[in-house]
Every structure is written in C-alpha cells, then in structure tokens.
C-alpha cells in the first residue's frame, strides 16, 4: 500500500480531501491491536481505569506511589500518556426506558408517573448540563528495524514484522 497523502496531490484542486485522511494519513492500518505506520512504527493503547487516589488509606497511597515511580525509573523506551474526553448520549437508554414502559402490561400508575418523571428529568439534564467522561490512555510506540528481519517472501516478511511489532508491545 502506499502513502494516501501522495494520493491526494493528483485529485482536482476542486476536490476536498477527507478530514479522517489527513489525520489519520500517516497510518497504514490498524490491527491486531496497534496503529500502524507506513515506516513500520507501531502504537498499542492500554486503557487505565483510574483509582480515587484520595479515598485511600495512606498506606494504599504509599503503595501506588513507589509502583509507579518504580515503573517509571524501569521505563527505557517510549510512553505517552493520552486522555481523551467523550460525551455520554443517553438517548438510547431514555429510549429503551420508554419502550418498556410502554411494552409493560400490568404496571401501577404510581409506577408510570414515576417512570415519566425520570425520563423527563434525564431529557432535562442531557439538554442542560451535557455528560463527559475520561478516558485514560498510555501509548506505547515501537518502531521495528526490518534490516534485523529474514523472510523468504513479502507475506512472511509482513508477518514478522506485525509479530516482532505485538510481541514487544505487548511485552510492555
């Protein structure tokens, strides 16, 4: 596959590139997990579920800090920390809400009233003060050297790089 950028230098200048080309331009593909580049850079995610870290107990905290400095002082090769923001839709639990209410044979009026009341007030809520929610990320990068790889072929080639690529990736 080559480059989609050099691509886009021989369409009209009428033509207007994709917003997901240019900035995913640099990518070759994304599998088995990592993002991979047309210089054969590799990138896995690991997702991090975050701790209240002020909720502990001292000793908990104590316990955190020298894992992470210790994970730090051992990290010889590439990380990022990546955060990303994202909006929370409610609208198709809302919606399966109103379907069951509406489904539900024998349900109590005072049940009813009370159903309508939340749907009204999470409408109300998503219009007014819309949800995000974090997600915490850490990038690990490897770029593999293929001068060090031997291969028969061009598929056996391509295979030993992707498993070199995950092996060390995952190894991280």
Do not use: C
């Amino acid at each position: 596959k080559t480059n989609p950028r050099k691509k886009d230098k021989d369409l009209p200048l009428d033509h207007e590139p994709s917003p997901f080309r240019e900035f995913l331009g640099d990518i070759k593909e994304i599998k088995h997990h990592m993002l991979r580049y047309y210089d054969n850079t590799f990138v896995m995610f690991a997702e991090v579920e975050p701790v209240n870290y002020f909720l502990l107990s001292q000793d908990e905290q104590e316990s955190i800090d020298v894992t992470f400095e210790t994970w730090l002082a051992q990290t010889d090769y590439n990380v990022q920390f990546y955060l990303q923001n994202r909006y929370i839709d409610l609208s198709e639990p809302i919606k399966k809400m109103q379907e069951s209410m509406k489904n539900a044979d024998n349900l109590h009026p005072n049940t009813i009233s009370y159903g309508e009341s939340m749907i009204e007030d999470l409408l109300a809520w998503q219009h007014n003060s819309p949800i995000y929610e974090t997600k915490r990320y850490l990038l690990f990068t490897h770029k593999v050297n293929t001068a060090d790889i031997t291969a028969d072929n061009e598929e056996e080639l391509e295979e030993k790089i992707v498993d070199k690529a995950f092996g060390e990736l995952h190894r991280r």
